[in-house]
T-cell receptor, first 118, second 115 residues
Framework: GAVVSQHPSWVICKSGTSVKIECRSL??????MFWYRQFPKQSLMLMAT?????????EQGVEKDKFLINHASLTLSTLTVTSAHPEDSSFYIC??????????????FGPGTRLLVL | AQSVTQPDIHITVSEGASLELRCNYS??????LFWYVQSPGQGLQLLLK??????LVQGIKGFEAEFKRSQSSFNLRKPSVHWSDAAEYFC?????????????FGQGTELSVKP
């Protein structure tokens, strides 16, 4: 149980194009999903909190117009990197918050999406 | 300030040896503590968590962790390491009732296992 998928697993695009990454909770509903960015050999940096049916909350320093987040259903959140540039190349990981068997809200992570912008 | 510190960036242990990964936290509210493991190029898998009750928690893959409030620590242990345990380990603190459940992650500890 508590499986989160991401699609695509990796993507290469040209500078200036937009890329959409999907995050799905496969066997549970998630009111809240989170988007992280991870640089090589570094920890996860929270980009934004995505709540179903409302606007995402972005962390300080994250451009909301560049990283568009849509949480249209209880099982799907999308991150669109608009007008991507080489500096946007990174590993993007999502998590979905679900109620575990012990009654504790727990974040379950997707496998990540590696983005390379040429 | 809320933070998580993993003092060891990289640890190497021999297969079959015991393991302890350190984690210290600073958190203003009641801490919910988590350990996640990440294999190269993969997402994070939850190993175990603590939110209340018994301060020694058991997780998957033979891991356990002990919450020590007086030391603000939540160290991860395993009595006998297997080669497949080589990965990056992250400690995190958060609370659903505080800041919307956002997690604060440590910098991670990379574990290498010698044959």
């Amino acid at each position: 149980g508590a499986v989160v998928s991401q699609h695509p697993s990796w993507v290469i695009c040209k500078s200036g194009t937009s890329v959409k990454i999907e995050c799905r909770s496969l066997d549970f509903q998630a009111t809240t999903m989170f988007w992280y960015r991870q640089f090589p050999k570094q920890s996860l940096m929270l980009m934004a909190t995505s709540n179903e049916g409302s606007k995402a909350t972005y962390e300080q320093g994250v451009e909301k117009d560049k990283f568009l987040i849509n949480h249209a259903s209880l099982t799907l959140s999308t991150l669109t990197v608009t007008s991507a540039h080489p500096e946007d190349s990174s590993f993007y990981i999502c998590s979905a918050e679900g109620l575990a068997g012990d009654g504790v809200e727990t974040q379950y992570f997707g496998p990540g999406t590696r983005l390379l912008v040429l | 300030a809320q933070s998580v510190t993993q003092p060891d960036i990289h640890i190497t242990v021999s297969e079959g040896a015991s393991l302890e990964l350190r984690c210290n936290y600073s958190y203003g509210a009641t801490p919910y503590l988590f350990w996640y493991v990440q294999s190269p190029g993969q997402g994070l898998q939850l190993l175990l968590k603590y939110f209340s009750g018994d301060t020694l928690v058991q997780g998957i893959k033979g891991f356990e962790a002990e919450f020590k409030r007086s030391q603000s620590s939540f160290n991860l242990r395993k009595p006998s390491v297997h080669w497949s345990d080589a990965a990056e380990y992250f400690c995190a603190v958060g609370n659903i009732y505080n800041q919307g459940g956002k997690l604060i992650f440590g910098q991670g500890t990379e574990l290498s296992v010698k044959p």
